[in-house]
């Protein structure tokens, strides 16, 4: 229901917003303010993606909780995709993503919403309860597989039978 009334509502805004302004100063500024901010849009997206994935590789690096570097980059490439759409409304709130703490409230508010089960990064190693286990013993499990069937063809002369 929701992603309804965006589909609809977000145009509806915008196709009132585009009359609104166009009435008030003209057909050409109005278009150029729609190029402008697509252009101050697409620098600020560039720069704002450059400084979250730096975030995102130091998180790494130090072996740290990636989720908000990881958000705050979703954030950006929604906003830029909201700033490359013409309108008003969508370059409205394209940058207010972008601003740093309008996006530190939005993860919070989502964070609050979001329960986390589990979170590990690399590998993962288990205790073994049998102390005296041999290094180059492999416990598994395994399923037999039934060989019966056999193939309802001759091979070719190009493999060995």
Do not use: C
Not at 76 to 90: C, D, E, Q, R, W
Not at 143 to 155: A, I, L, Y
């Amino acid at each position: 229901m929701w992603l309804f009334l965006a589909f609809v509502g977000v145009p509806l805004i915008e196709i009132a917003l585009f009359i609104q302004v166009g009435g008030a100063i003209g057909l050409w500024p109005t278009l150029l303010v729609v190029v402008v901010t697509a252009v101050i849009g697409t620098f600020l997206v560039r720069t704002q993606g450059l400084l979250a994935l730096g975030k995102l590789q130091r998180s790494f690096s130090e072996l740290e909780d990636p989720t908000e570097p990881l958000a705050h980059g979703a954030m950006i490439l929604i906003s830029g995709a909201l700033l490359l759409t013409p309108g008003f409304f969508t370059d409205a709130v394209g940058f207010a993503f972008l601003m740093p703490p309008v996006r530190v409230a939005v993860y919070k508010y989502l964070r609050s919403r979001v329960t986390v089960q589990s979170f590990s990064m690399g590998s993962t190693h288990h205790q073994n309860n049998r102390p005296n286990q041999d290094p180059d013993v492999i416990d598994g499990e395994f399923t037999e597989v039934d060989p019966g069937k056999r193939p309802t063809h001759q091979p070719s002369g190009w493999t060995k039978h």
